[in-house]
């Protein structure tokens, strides 16, 4: 996701194209990631009306979160690889898509949680969703405006993102092998990672993507809107406890 593919000999950085292309890989960006929502949102809402929720719950919980973490990683590396690299556009748009459907799977026990906490102590399923899905979605355009608005090349962020995803990756993975809880500031820690990431995404879709990698650009930024809503909903779930 970031300078390192514009580099490359035969691609073009989109902050070397005219206004005109470059206005039109940011539209073709952010159209892409709405419809990695819309997808997500949609295999969520098959999967609860569909009855599959409790049982994808169930086979969560009765296996290792470090297997469940282990293959996602391999899952989004695959699939971010693919989205950045490939020429084809069936690859890249395959890659889109299987990183949403791994997402969505992942998402499923969190969601089954906090469905249940909404209808037992509200009265009204999804409450606790909504409302962790309405601050993401301030949060992320608050920081795209940010990120379009100071025109601030965000890219020195990536060395900080990388060495805090290692150290998080480490305190999560210790956290399910000994059995203690990261608590609340870790998740108000991971909010703000995700926000670094968003504004670092937002700065390399301005500036270093290659003119056609939107699709990798969609599901880059994807990432980080669905890490900042991970940790959002943790955090709603923390506060009716």
């Given at each position: 996701m970031n300078q390192e593919y514009a580099m490359q000999e035969h691609v073009v950085p989109v902050s070397d194209v005219d206004t005109q292309t470059r206005a039109d890989f940011i539209v073709k960006t952010y159209m892409h990631l709405f419809g990695a929502v819309l997808l997500f949102t949609g295999i969520e809402v098959y999967i609860f009306k569909?009855?599959?929720?409790?049982?994808?719950y169930d086979a969560v919980t009765n296996i290792s979160w470090l297997v469940v973490l282990g293959g996602f990683l391999v899952v989004s590396w695959l699939a971010s690889r693919a989205a950045h690299m490939a020429?084809?556009?069936v690859v890249q748009y395959a890659a889109l898509i299987g990183f949403v459907l791994a997402e969505a799977l992942i998402f499923v026990p969190l969601l089954y949680i906090a469905n249940l906490a909404s209808s037992e102590r509200f009265g009204s399923s999804g409450n606790i969703i909504s409302s962790a899905a309405l601050v993401t979605l301030v949060g992320f355009c608050g920081l795209t405006f940010v990120a379009f608005g100071t025109r601030k090349d965000f890219s020195f962020l990536g060395g900080f993102?990388?060495?805090i995803g290692i150290a998080a990756l480490i305190g999560i993975g210790s956290s399910v092998l000994f059995g203690f809880n990261l608590g609340t500031w870790f998740s108000v820690g991971m909010v703000a990672f995700a926000g670094a990431a968003i504004l670092y995404d937002t700065s390399n879709i301005i500036r270093h993507y290659p003119q056609d990698r939107y699709v990798?650009?969609?599901l880059e930024l994807f990432a980080s809107v669905a890490l900042m809503f991970w940790y959002v909903l943790r955090l709603f779930l923390a506060s009716r406890d």
């Open positions: 569909a009855g599959l929720a409790k049982p994808i020429r084809s556009m993102l990388r060495w990798g650009a969609a």
